[in-house]
């Protein structure tokens, strides 16, 4: 094999395969625990043009990444987005890129959704964390509760494939799991609940911290639930409920951590590399892309940063007092 295109392996003898890239740090949302009210946002020099986004994602692909998930921020605000989901889509036509999807709010789907299937994005995660109106303007700070609906909807029209990303959060949907579930399964949606973890300068998670071994519980009262060997290439572990048919994911970064088999890494919009979420170990990749046309020491920059891939995060709550916090948002990396 040509060792210019071996493919990234780290010290754990992982394959990293799935790139997750921040495409921009700003949102029409403030959810309480992604971003502060009044955030302050990057100024535009520091961002990755669309190009150079184009360029670096193009490099990761060359180094054997199959999977590219676009995040945010909230990526469809991003002034041209579509340019760079189209030039992406060539790398679908050429086999190099197996899947080109994102995470999205839901509030721009009625605009973007068709244009999304059309350069060849097949399936979204929308983050939605509750289903009453009045909670989703107070989680979301500035959301429009209809409007994300119509979103959906208008994936769905499209051929989209949806699944439903809810943070677990005691106090807040802790009453409505198991309504969650049969309104994502009415609607031929798969649901995924995802532990709160401990990111960002504004908030105290440990009293909003609900364990998903107790969602599971409460969910196991409603429905039978079998685990399910379904891998879509990222964290979640899957089970089925056996009354709707549906599939139930669940993100465990804090109960029951899924470092052994991580298999991706987190570009953010100003081209920092993090090798781990949980960990402010980070390569300086837009740099390197600034400093050269030519896409070799590039290439060499990513796999210096991939040999420094730690085995895991350390987030942990079992303590009361939250360890392995980060004090980064969680807009700024990336879901």
């Not at 029951?256 to 987190?266: G, K, L, Q, W």
Request: glycine share 8%; charged share 25%.
């Amino acid at each position: 094999m040509n060792t210019q295109n071996a493919p990234l392996i780290d010290p754990f003898a992982r394959t990293i395969d799935y790139l997750r890239v921040s495409v921009t740090d700003r949102c029409d949302f403030r959810c309480t625990y992604c971003m502060s009210e009044h955030m302050t946002f990057l100024p535009k020099a520091e961002l990755l043009s669309l190009e150079e986004l184009d360029r670096l994602c193009t490099s990761f692909v060359d180094l054997g990444v199959k999977k590219l998930r676009v995040t945010g921020g909230e990526p469809l605000v991003r002034r041209g987005i579509m340019s760079f989901f189209e030039g992406m889509s060539r790398h679908l036509d050429s086999g190099a890129l197996h899947e080109l999807t994102l995470t999205t709010n839901g509030s721009q789907l009625r605009r973007f959704a068709q244009p999304l299937f059309d350069a060849g994005v097949r399936r979204v995660n929308v983050s939605l964390d509750t289903l009453d109106e009045k909670k989703f303007a107070a989680v979301t700070r500035w959301g429009r509760f209809a409007q994300v609906m119509d979103g959906i909807d208008a994936a769905l029209e499209a051929g989209l494939k949806v699944k439903i990303n809810a943070v677990a959060l005691k106090g807040i949907n802790d009453d409505e799991a198991v309504d969650m579930v049969r309104w994502c399964h009415a609607r031929g949606l798969d649901m995924t609940f995802i532990e709160v973890m401990p990111m960002g300068d504004d908030i105290e998670r440990l009293d909003e911290y609900w364990s998903l071994d107790d969602v599971r519980a409460t969910l196991a009262e409603q429905f039978t639930l079998t685990d399910i060997p379904l891998n879509t290439g990222g964290p979640a572990r899957y089970m089925r409920a056996e009354e709707t048919g549906g599939r139930i994911g669940f993100i465990t970064p804090l109960s029951h951590n899924f470092c052994e088999s991580c298999n991706r890494v987190r570009l953010t919009c100003t081209g920092q590399l993090y090798m781990c979420l949980g960990q402010d170990d980070d390569a300086d990749l837009r740099k390197v892309l600034r400093a050269s046309d030519d896409d070799a020491p590039l290439h060499d920059a990513i796999r210096r940063a991939i040999a420094r891939k730690p085995k895991g995060h350390d987030f942990d709550y079992s303590r009361q007092t939250v360890s392995g916090e980060m004090g980064r948002h969680m807009s700024h990396t990336g879901g």
